[in-house]
Structure formats: C-alpha cells, structure tokens
C-alpha cells in the first residue's frame, strides 16, 4: 500500500485536550496537498456490566454537538498509564465503582480521516463500590438497563454516540451464549 509522504508540519492550535496540525503532504502519484490532523491520545472505553446483568451508561451533556448523550464510560489514558489502570480510574470517577474483572474487547481509531485518537474497547465486572472525586464528573448521570434495552437504544438511534455503539454491539458479538 501506497502511503503519504509528509513534506512539512505547522502546529496550529494546542490545547488542554487536543493539538491541531496540518501537514503538507506529498501523495503516492506525486500531487501534493494538505492534511488538518487533530492529535489526541488515546483513550479507554468500557461497556460495564453489573451483577444483575445491567449496563452502566452515562448521561452527559456534549458541548460540541449541544445536547446529553448516553455513552459507555470512557476516558484519556495519562502518559506512561496502562490502559487497565485507566479502565479503573476513568470508573472510580465517573460512576463510583472499581471493576474486579476486565477484558479486553478490542480497539478502534476514533476518526482516522482526521484524528490521530486510539479507542482501547473493554468489559467491566464484579463491581464494588469505590469513587474517586474528579472535578470533571459532576454532570454525570448513570443510567443502568438491560443489555436488550441498550442495544434497542442503539437500533433506534437514543444511543448514537460512536465509541458506545462499537462497544455495545462488540460485546454482544463476543457475549457468551446461555444454552
């Protein structure tokens, strides 16, 4: 595969969060054009399961597209953390329980046309109650139900957040089947 020879790269913009860049690049057929990346780190996102079988969602207001979502918890990975250990701080924060058991169910590139963001997928269980503060955690509401009710969310679009999507049907792809 043909890939993409980067001639420059001009910081644009660098936040709290997320860096802007555009590269100046020089395609495998020799056109030259230009490439707006946002760099981003990557991050955990955790499909939780209590011990009646229910998911933990999170509702939260989005800035960027102005309204609450429901999503799976997620959260950044800090430099030099393991993404398990991140899995536990990110649910310790956001809705107050420490996972005794974690999977790993995979990853994704969040939007890779323009992003540079790593989405490490996992399952969360055998909760026990344990909440660390973070200033960032207050407008968070969790919302628990059934595995059915999660999926019907995501078929009928109440569930439109992408990380969450990916999450809830990869686990139900690798779900274990009662028989």
Known sequence: MDEEKVLATEAIFEGR???VRVDNVEMPGGRQTTREVVEHGEVVAVVVIDEQGQVLLEE???GAVGKKLLE????GIEPGEDPEDAVCRELREEIGYLPQKIEKLGGFYAAPGYCTEYMHLYLA????PSRLFAEDSEGIRVVKVSLEHAVAMVISGEIHDGKSVAGLLLYLAKKPVKR
């Open 17 to 19: 969060v997320v860096k």
């Open 60 to 62: 939260q207001y989005r």
């Open 72 to 75: 799976i918890p997620a959260g």
């Open 125 to 128: 269980t055998d909760l026990t």
